[in-house]
């Protein structure tokens, strides 16, 4: 008795083990396909949905397949075969094995469990690598039909149970249909051993007693287990067992070789595919067809041909458009390199201009400011009209030049510090003869101390002025305020008029270059439509903001600037009511406009000081060892000698003059002041320079 008992023990363990190696060459064999998927061009060049078209294909093809997953390198589901493209809502089903899979980058076999369609399957996941990285787990989740058909081939007697269980313990598929999917509690302790093969007394889920074999299948954890009824144990049963068992074993082994030749046969055609799907990944060429007799590798084959051409015509397609962008490209270089000439021609042709407009513009400003010193009443009518169109000239060439500096982001500044008040003051004097002129009241409200801000006084005085200017312009006749206060951490001027005032779709533009509030054929107000540009890149660069508001069209505009107020109030040099005490100084002019020359020379000698004047660079040298000069006032465009050439020449160690030097230049770019700088200079003025700010200049270069 004993004897037959361990020969049924035996045969049962070697069916277990035959069908654990058909078990894992089928595991092994969907691996396989999935390998020879993910090497699909498309995957290569994470074209996900044309890959997905190739997945859908590949499921078509395995009857097994319910659906094909793939998943990024976080875990994160890119598609599922079983929802259209671009549907991600299904769920991850087993993610315990999609975690393995990513962190060993090996393919795992997941646990059978029921999905979201209701039918029970299993995953089989295989990491995608990239450099060594997993990129991403492409998955299928098969049915157990195929796994259920190896047990059932074995035509085993109908009291006999074949079953296989997962790595989790639960039913994968069973020769006897059971609603428990997991194994009877002998079974389940049987199966907790942790050798790879075993036999004992078990109980069915039916609840016959069986002599029980059970082997893991290699590689994946899985077992199959075998189970003959334990009842009847006689000599001719057991005769009958052993001979049936002998056979069953004898046509298994038959099974397995021919399994173990066509599962080679398989392997090297999968393997062919592979390598045909790497080289169309690679290289790119388009592949002819390779006859393996396998219909689902054909097939599969076919799929690739098919790719190989789409990627053939794809490329030729790509070659044609990089052609066009490099031909593209190769002409906006060259429109590139013609707007920026054209840009430096306009930069040289504005500096030009300015050069040009200014030089006959400074005698003229210069005479007229003579005149006003003589008192003549009798042309004081002309000069007035005289003034205010240099005036306008002037700022048009200035607004011209300095939109030129902020288009390229040049537009610089030199920061002091400054009372805010002083600098309102200037600015309500500069258009104190157009607000004369026009009938408009200029009114001014100034905090009671003093206002420090840092800021360049040149450029916030020329925003004031273009603010006072344009509310000129837009309320002849009426009232403009100009107001200086303080709020907080805050210095603030506000020009307020009560004029034309502006809708809101003008005060969405106000600032724009170029912009003009409508106005009348006639242009009465005339400009460039860049004042106001200007003041704003100005209050910008200063860490200031400007707002500009109107209760609308007849109710007048308001225009605020808030700067910053200085870490250190300080006073300005001088007290707005009492003027700075002044001191004559010796005073050297030199230019080679006679007009302009002389000029600013009466006017330097009816403020007081000592002047003397020459035409020429080496007239000048001359004058230096005779007249103790303070300053020296030189014109930069002159012959022979030009200001920059007589500048160096006063600063070098033969002559070591040690005085001031002030530059007179039609030419205003920040180029241009900075070479003035380099050359020895002490301050740039842009002609037409007022006599006054020329006289303010001298008085603080040399301030005692």
Known sequence: MEQHRAEVERSALDLSRALATSVGTELEATIASLRTLSQSPALVDDNLPAFYQTALTARRSHPSWQSVILADAQGRLLFNTARPYGDRSARIVDSESLRKALETGQPAVGSALVGPLGILAFPVRVPVHRDSEVSYVLSAAVVPERILEILRQQKVPDDW???????????????????????????????????????????????????????????HSWSVAVGIPASGFGEQFFRGAYLYLAGVLASLAAWVVAASWLSSRIAGAVDQLQKRATKLGREGEVLSPANSQIHEIDKAD?????????????????????????????????????????????????????????????????????????????????????????????????????????????????????????????????VRHA??????????????????????????????????????????????????????????????????????????????????????????????????????????????????????????????????????????????????????????????NIDAAE?????????????????????????????????????????????????????????????????????GQAQDKERARAAGFDHHFTKPVRLDELDRVISTLLRV
């Open 302 to 430: 076919a799929a690739l041909i098919a790719l190989s051409r789409e990627r053939a015509q794809v490329e030729l397609e790509r070659e044609r458009l990089l052609a066009s962008l490099n031909s593209a490209l190769e002409a906006s270089r060259l429109a590139l390199s013609q707007a920026e000439e054209a840009g430096r021609a306009k930069d040289n042709f504005l500096a030009m201009l300015g050069h040009e407009m200014r030089n006959p513009l400074a005698p003229i400003v210069s005479a007229l400011e003579l005149l006003d010193l003589r008192g003549d009443e009798r042309s004081a009518k002309e000069r007035a009209i005289m003034r205010r169109q240099v005036d306008r000239l002037h700022r048009l060439v200035d607004d011209l030049l300095d939109v030129s500096r902020i288009v390229q982001g040049k537009l610089q500044i030199r920061k002091e510090k400054v009372d805010l008040r002083q600098i309102a003051v200037s600015a309500q004097e500069s």
């Open 599 to 667: 000029l600013i020379a009466a006017g330097l000698i009816a403020a007081g000081h000592e002047v003397r004047m020459t035409h020429s660079g080496r007239d000048a040298l001359a004058l230096i060892s005779t007249f103790q000069l303070e300053v020296a006032i030189l014109d930069i465009g002159m012959p022979e000698l030009d200001g920059y050439q007589l500048a160096r020449m006063m600063r070098s160690d033969d002559i070591a003059w040690n005085g001031h030097l002030i530059a007179l230049s039609g030419y």
């Open 161 to 219: 149970v074949i079953a296989v269980f997962d790595a989790s313990g639960q039913r994968v598929a069973r020769t006897k249909e059971h609603n428990s999917n997991a194994p009877s509690p002998s079974l389940s302790k049987l199966l907790a051993s942790a050798k790879t093969e075993g036999v004992g007394i078990t109980t069915t889920l039916e609840g016959k007693e069986s002599v029980t074999a059970f082997t893991r299948v290699h590689g």
């Open 435 to 592: 607000a004369e002129a026009a009938g408009t009241r200029l009114e001014l409200d100034l905090a009671d101390l003093p206002l420090t801000v840092e800021g360049d006084p040149g450029r916030l005085e020329q925003a004031v002025t273009n603010l006072l200017s344009n509310a000129i312009g837009f309320a002849a006749g009426e009232t403009v305020r100009l107001r200086v206060t303080r709020e907080g951490m805050d210095a603030i001027l506000v020009v307020e008029d009560s004029g034309a005032g502006m809708d809101a779709a003008t005060l969405a533009q106000i600032f724009q270059p170029f912009f003009q509030a409508p106005q009348s054929l006639a242009r009465s107000r005339g400009g460039l439509g860049l004042g106001l540009t200007i003041v704003s890149t100005i209050v910008e660069l200063h860490n200031g903001r400007i707002e500009a508001s109107s209760r609308g069209i007849g109710l007048g505009s308001r225009f605020e600037i808030r700067l910053p107020v200085a870490s250190l109030e300080q006073g300005p040099a001088c007290d707005l009511a009492e003027a700075c005490m002044k001191v004559g100084r010796r005073v050297l002019v030199v230019d080679d």
